[in-house]
């Protein structure tokens, strides 16, 4: 299997390699991709550069990493949700929304991750580009699919609606324009779904 957009190539971790991506995640998310050299993950991660180089074999392929693992570990979250969440379609919406506030309070206080990365990673030819663009594709999907057991007839709309809601909450609560953003988010979808 090759690497495409939708599967990005990623590598086996080893501990040592498992240190550097922590260190990395760290790093990156609370300073910036760009801000973060290799130098800087390897002295957090207590390992040598030539060892990042050896595991990772660039700082695009650590950012893939980064980005990829923080993906999985954001739909395994919501999917556990999701899960408890019973049939219900209109509460398994709001769900999205509790769990993305849960997620942003433990995880993400200085905003969605991935919107943060898109930021400094807008060109489509990097290789972490298809992971930010896939996890909100993911996103919209996940609502149309939610949206089309609501409104079958305007799931489109309604799913746009619903990802404007959830990711203009996200940004707001990164940038901390006004208490509890994604909660506020909610009840306006829950509003837009009457």
Known sequence: MGTTAENPRRITLTPAARRALEAAARLFYERGIHAVGVDLIAAEAGVTKKTLYDRFGSKEQIVVEYLADRDERWRAFLGERLDAAGPDPRERVLTVFDASRAWARDSSPKGCGMVNAHAEISDPAH????????????????????????????????????????????????????????????????????
């Open 127 to 194: 290789p972490a580009h298809p992971i930010i663009t896939g996890q909100k594709q993911w996103m919209l999907d996940l609502f149309t699919g939610l949206a089309a057991d609501i409104a079958p007839d305007e799931a489109a709309s309604v799913a746009w609606a619903l990802m404007l809601l959830h990711e203009g909450a996200l940004v707001a609560h990164g940038l901390g324009i006004f208490p509890d953003a994604i909660e506020h988010a909610r009840e306006q979808a829950r509003a837009l779904l009457g």
